[in-house]
């Protein structure tokens, strides 16, 4: 369990604070409601590229992470296609510099010309690093183009192509600031071994004249129920063959969702589960597999991947997987297997409270979601699962109709 | 009063870390116990190392195929119901390959600890490696070897190991031709020889249940093992020349760079200088690497520099993935950026950032049982302990811009660089 004390300062900035005694370091997190689905899709990959711009120098600030370093701190972001999260840690007896800091940055970005020039650069090549000049960089992007037709999931955080991101204006960046980047339109989350009263001093301090701004409602196109199955063939410079299988599942806030992570447990989680007996093991078909779910804001995708082995044909590792998803629709999960499901996610999230930059994160996320209690009911959510829900959901979800597929053949 | 923000808040000295005295268990066979006791949550880490790193073996894959088997299952258990038995508790098993050690390490709620302790048992002496088992993983680890032969960043690292460590043990690395050749008999003696009766250690951390000692005495110091023969180990050691490699990788869009040299092991005296100069060079954010490669020339995503001390010797390597179109640029400036250190000193201004960032990062490193115990698992390596970071510390602390110029005036001599590129140029 996390405690924690909640207030929104009068500008709409939601401040969290948690109290750890047993470390020397401070976590500071703030993330703010906008991620790669708000883009405009003749624009994509602007979350992202803006997350770099906020390190090239705020209002007063020229550089970010100097003074990071001098405290004794590290820092870092991520953005993804519902939000964009900076987090620092360092030395509890520094922790006013990370406000000062990541207040300055809310207030206003210091939109040079050269920031641009390069962020723009350096994006492009962790275009390239990550996406293009990788094997099977681009999987990611083909199913997406092809499971949403119109949900703003259909493109990457990265970005549609990288033209989207050469062709970025300084308008576009400070329109965009100013459009999302506000205290009205984020959450503040500090903890560590620090004092609450204090510590709210200094948040108000630092973050209580921030002017809110008008952050335009969020209207995103809802994605249409699929209604016929979806198939890509493509060939790649690749040394092994891969399949993907896709079904459109439900949103992280959704009640279903704990029930729909744990038959993706049952699946793939661990050398114990299904798909890696069955497949890996006895049948030989896959040298590797996976099951996971989209923890999206929006509904998302559960995906199924796996590289074949060498002369196994498409068709037959497909066929793999389905019968495997059958035996979940016909029969129900034992309980032997479903404890065993529900402790290695019991036991991850005990893990998950050691750190003070993860329990941070996860109050942040929490509140992001609606409620930043939920941060503390995920145990519960999990115990609750059943056998027959699962079944329930492997039911609905693993139809043909509803499932877009990737052929990702290596060249021969 | 307004508020100024043009000012930066007062920052205030960087405390030290506190770090826990481990307790030294020795079992009845000799094996020492380390426990690291603390932590809010009822969980536990215990990590099993072994000096089976990739330095002892004869044949290569070997190390790397058995500790990637080891619970590929025993005469008692397959490897499907020792999976079974160990995810229902809801535990977790990661192993770890390096040069000299490698380890088992095992996450648990502490209430079932005792339960899964007996499965590990089990794992350590009687694992006997099913011809199915090995086949599995022959195909699995054959595969990824075939995909990281497509990555520029794979091929880099292995010329740039062969020309730092040449032909010795440090130095060698797998061709496709070794998973032909690797058999399920070489991995079960492997195991038998460097894991079933062979020296150990065990570090343990977290929430720990009464009775513990006892009854890690009771499952892990009856087997006969050997006793620590370290000092039985030899190197030859090789003579180090500079090498310049380039390897044309048709298509790649990005080319791989690795630039640096043998070095020494983390005994040498001018190790933790080292440390620091690297750090300056290519070890932060700020760095001199980052602020021009990156954030000035946009050349690339990220570029480090680091020093790593091995048992018996050690690598000084900048690394980086730069777009093919500045490859020469790129390893221009990188030239540049070790030159300016040899050159000129280091300014008082950027020292201290450096010296506290450092100190930041080892507080963060250390923070909390399960973190330190991680520590404690590398400083064993070379039989330190925790008075390797006292001594760390205060080389942080008094280390000046004089001595850091010094030290790349002696190691960062142009002809003593290797330089491998893999991509185009």
Same mark, same amino acid.
């Given at each position: 369990?996390?405690?924690?004390?909640?207030?929104?300062?009068?500008?709409?900035?939601?401040?969290?604070?948690?109290?750890?005694?047993?470390?020397?370091?401070?976590?500071?997190?703030?993330?703010?409601?906008?991620?790669?689905?708000?883009?405009?899709?003749?624009?994509?990959?602007?979350?992202?590229?803006?997350?770099?711009?906020?390190?090239?120098?705020?209002?007063?600030?020229?550089?970010?992470?100097?003074?990071?370093?001098?405290?004794?701190?590290?820092?870092?972001?991520?953005?993804?296609?519902?939000?964009?999260?900076?987090?620092?840690?360092?030395?509890?007896?520094?922790?006013?510099?990370?406000?000062?800091?990541?207040?300055?940055?809310?207030?206003?970005?210091?939109?040079?010309?050269?920031?641009?020039?390069?962020?723009?650069?350096?994006?492009?090549?962790?275009?390239?690093?990550?996406?293009?000049?990788?094997?099977?960089?681009?999987?990611?992007?083909?199913?997406?183009?092809?499971?949403?037709?119109?949900?703003?999931?259909?493109?990457?955080?990265?970005?549609?192509?990288?033209?989207?991101?050469?062709?970025?204006?300084?308008?576009?960046?400070?329109?965009?600031?100013?459009?999302?980047?506000?205290?009205?339109?984020?959450?503040?989350?500090?903890?560590?071994?620090?004092?609450?009263?204090?510590?709210?001093?200094?948040?108000?301090?630092?973050?209580?004249?921030?002017?809110?701004?008008?952050?335009?409602?969020?209207?995103?196109?809802?994605?249409?129920?699929?209604?016929?199955?979806?198939?890509?063939?493509?060939?790649?410079?690749?040394?092994?063959?891969?399949?993907?299988?896709?079904?459109?599942?439900?949103?992280?806030?959704?009640?279903?969702?704990? %029930?729909?992570?744990?038959?993706?447990?049952?699946?793939?989680?661990?050398?114990?589960?299904?798909?890696?007996?069955?497949?890996?093991?006895?049948?030989?078909?896959?040298?590797?597999?996976?099951?996971?779910?989209?923890?999206?804001?929006?509904?998302?995708?559960? %995906?199924?991947?796996?590289?074949?082995?060498?002369?196994?044909?498409?068709?037959?590792?497909?066929?793999?997987?389905?019968?495997?998803?059958?035996?979940?629709?016909?029969?129900?999960?034992?309980?032997?297997?479903?404890?065993?499901?529900?402790?290695?996610?019991?036991?991850?999230?005990?893990?998950?409270?050691?750190?003070?930059?993860?329990?941070?994160?996860?109050?942040?996320?929490?509140?992001?979601?609606?409620?930043?209690?939920?941060?503390?009911?995920?145990?519960?959510?999990?115990?609750?699962?059943?056998?027959?829900?699962?079944?329930?959901?492997?039911?609905?979800?693993?139809?043909?109709?509803?499932?877009?597929?990737?052929?990702?053949?290596?060249?021969? | 009063?307004?508020?100024?923000?043009?000012?930066?808040?007062?920052?205030?000295?960087?405390?030290?870390?506190?770090?826990?005295?481990?307790?030294?268990?020795?079992?009845?066979?000799?094996?020492?116990?380390?426990?690291?006791?603390?932590?809010?949550?009822?969980?536990?880490?215990?990590?099993?190392?072994?000096?089976?790193?990739?330095?002892?073996?004869?044949?290569?894959?070997?190390?790397?195929?058995?500790?990637?088997?080891?619970?590929?299952?025993?005469?008692?258990?397959?490897?499907?119901?020792?999976?079974?038995?160990?995810?229902?508790?809801?535990?977790?098993?990661?192993?770890?390959?390096?040069?000299?050690?490698?380890?088992?390490?095992?996450?648990?709620?502490?209430?079932?600890?005792?339960?899964?302790?007996?499965?590990?048992?089990?794992?350590?002496?009687?694992?006997?490696?099913?011809?199915?088992?090995?086949?599995?993983?022959?195909?699995? $680890?054959?595969?990824?070897?075939?995909?990281?032969?497509?990555?520029?960043?794979?091929?880099?690292?292995?010329?740039?190991?062969?020309?730092?460590?040449?032909?010795?043990?440090?130095?060698?690395?797998?061709?496709?031709?070794?998973?032909?050749?690797?058999?399920?008999?070489?991995?079960?003696?492997?195991?038998?020889?460097?894991?079933?009766?062979?020296?150990?250690?065990?570090?343990?951390?977290?929430?720990?249940?009464?009775?513990?000692?006892?009854?890690?005495?009771?499952?892990?110091?009856?087997?006969? $093992?050997?006793?620590?023969?370290?000092?039985?180990?030899?190197?030859?050691?090789?003579?180090?020349?500079?090498?310049?490699?380039?390897?044309?990788?048709?298509?790649?869009?990005?080319?791989?760079?690795?630039?640096?040299?043998?070095?020494?092991?983390?005994?040498?005296?001018?190790?933790?200088?080292?440390?620091?100069?690297?750090?300056?060079?290519?070890?932060?954010?700020?760095? $001199?690497?980052?602020?021009?490669?990156?954030?000035?020339?946009?050349?690339?995503?990220?570029?480090?520099?680091?020093?790593?001390?091995?048992?018996?010797?050690?690598?000084?390597?900048?690394?980086?993935?730069?777009?093919?179109?500045?490859?020469?640029?790129?390893?221009?400036?990188?030239?540049?950026?070790?030159?300016? @250190?040899?050159?000129?000193?280091?300014?008082?201004?950027?020292?201290?950032?450096?010296?506290?960032?450092?100190?930041?990062?080892?507080?963060?490193?250390?923070?909390?049982?399960?973190?330190?115990?991680?520590?404690?698992?590398?400083?064993?390596?070379?039989?330190?302990?925790?008075?390797?970071?006292?001594?760390?510390?205060?080389?942080?602390?008094?280390?000046?811009?004089?001595?850091?110029?010094?030290?790349?005036?002696?190691?960062?001599?142009?002809?003593? @660089?290797?330089?491998?590129?893999?991509?185009?140029?």
């Amino acid at each position: 369990m996390i405690a924690y004390e909640k207030f929104t300062l009068d500008n709409g900035l939601k401040v969290i604070i948690h109290k750890d005694a047993s470390t020397p370091i401070a976590a500071v997190n703030v993330l703010y409601d906008i991620g790669a689905r708000d883009e405009n899709p003749e624009k994509t990959g602007f979350a992202h590229l803006f997350e770099h711009l906020m390190f090239g120098g705020s209002k007063h600030i020229e550089n970010y992470d100097e003074h990071v370093e001098k405290a004794g701190g590290e820092n870092n972001a991520f953005t993804s296609n519902d939000l964009t999260n900076y987090y620092i840690t360092l030395p509890k007896e520094n922790l006013e510099t990370a406000l000062w800091l990541e207040s300055d940055r809310m207030l206003q970005l210091a939109f040079t010309d050269k920031s641009l020039e390069v962020q723009r650069s350096v994006v492009i090549e962790e275009f390239k690093q990550n996406y293009l000049n990788q094997p099977y960089g681009d999987i990611n992007m083909l199913i997406r183009d092809m499971a949403y037709k119109v949900h703003p999931y259909r493109w990457a955080t990265i970005g549609k192509e990288v033209r989207h991101i050469e062709e970025a204006t300084m308008e576009d960046v400070k329109s965009f600031f100013y459009r999302y980047y506000a205290p009205n339109n984020a959450i503040l989350v500090v903890a560590g071994d620090i004092d609450l009263t204090q510590t709210k001093k200094l948040v108000e301090k630092w973050f209580g004249s921030i002017e809110r701004r008008e952050v335009p409602e969020r209207k995103l196109p809802v994605e249409p129920k699929q209604t016929k199955a979806r198939k890509i063939v493509v060939e790649r410079d690749v040394p092994v063959d891969v399949l993907y299988k896709v079904f459109h599942m439900c949103s992280k806030n959704d009640p279903e969702y704990h %029930t729909t992570d744990l038959l993706s447990d049952v699946l793939s989680r661990g050398s114990s589960s299904r798909l890696y007996k069955s497949l890996v093991k006895e049948q030989k078909l896959f040298s590797d597999i996976d099951a996971y779910v989209g923890g999206d804001a929006d509904p998302g995708l559960f %995906t199924f991947s796996g590289k074949l082995m060498n002369g196994i044909k498409m068709e037959a590792a497909e066929a793999g997987i389905m019968s495997e998803i059958k035996k979940l629709q016909d029969e129900l999960v034992g309980e032997t297997e479903l404890t065993k499901v529900k402790n290695k996610v019991l036991s991850a999230l005990m893990f998950g409270e050691i750190n003070v930059l993860n329990k941070a994160m996860s109050l942040a996320m929490a509140e992001l979601a609606g409620d930043v209690e939920k941060a503390n009911q995920e145990v519960a959510k999990y115990e609750a699962v059943t056998a027959k829900g699962i079944q329930e959901i492997a039911r609905s979800l693993f139809t043909e109709e509803n499932s877009t597929t990737l052929y990702y053949n290596a060249k021969q | 009063m307004t508020l100024d923000r043009n000012i930066a808040p007062l920052r205030r000295e960087i405390e030290l870390p506190n770090f826990i005295q481990p307790k030294e268990y020795r079992l009845q066979n000799g094996t020492p116990l380390y426990v690291l006791e603390g932590g809010s949550q009822e969980v536990i880490a215990i990590e099993f190392t072994f000096n089976a790193g990739t330095f002892v073996q004869d044949k290569i894959l070997s190390a790397g195929f058995t500790n990637n088997m080891l619970l590929s299952g025993t005469a008692k258990l397959s490897a499907n119901e020792l999976a079974d038995k160990i995810d229902f508790y809801g535990a977790y098993t990661q192993v770890e390959i390096g040069k000299d050690i490698c380890s088992l390490t095992v996450y648990t709620m502490n209430k079932y600890l005792d339960e899964v302790m007996s499965y590990i048992e089990d794992v350590l002496e009687n694992t006997n490696f099913p011809q199915a088992e090995f086949e599995t993983a022959l195909a699995s $680890r054959r595969q990824q070897f075939l995909i990281g032969q497509e990555k520029v960043q794979q091929l880099s690292r292995r010329h740039f190991n062969n020309a730092v460590f040449g032909n010795t043990a440090y130095g060698s690395y797998a061709t496709i031709e070794d998973y032909d050749k690797i058999t399920r008999d070489d991995i079960q003696s492997f195991f038998n020889r460097f894991y079933k009766n062979s020296y150990m250690e065990i570090i343990v951390s977290g929430q720990l249940p009464t009775g513990f000692a006892t009854m890690m005495d009771n499952k892990f110091g009856k087997q006969k $093992r050997a006793t620590d023969h370290l000092r039985y180990f030899e190197y030859a050691g090789h003579e180090y020349k500079s090498e310049k490699v380039f390897e044309e990788k048709q298509d790649a869009l990005q080319s791989s760079i690795r630039i640096g040299r043998n070095l020494f092991s983390a005994n040498h005296e001018d190790f933790f200088g080292m440390k620091v100069l690297t750090t300056v060079l290519g070890g932060y954010f700020g760095s $001199r690497l980052m602020s021009n490669l990156r954030e000035e020339k946009g050349y690339t995503y990220g570029i480090g520099s680091s020093i790593m001390g091995l048992r018996f010797d050690g690598v000084f390597q900048i690394a980086t993935e730069v777009g093919v179109d500045v490859t020469n640029d790129a390893v221009k400036e990188i030239y540049h950026e070790v030159a300016r @250190l040899r050159e000129t000193e280091v300014p008082t201004e950027e020292l201290n950032l450096v010296k506290n960032y450092l100190l930041g990062k080892i507080l963060k490193m250390a923070d909390g049982p399960f973190a330190q115990a991680n520590l404690y698992k590398n400083l064993r390596i070379n039989r330190f302990d925790f008075s390797y970071f006292q001594d760390y510390i205060e080389i942080i602390q008094s280390i000046s811009a004089k001595d850091l110029k010094a030290l790349a005036e002696q190691y960062f001599q142009p002809e003593d @660089l290797t330089e491998v590129v893999v991509g185009k140029r």
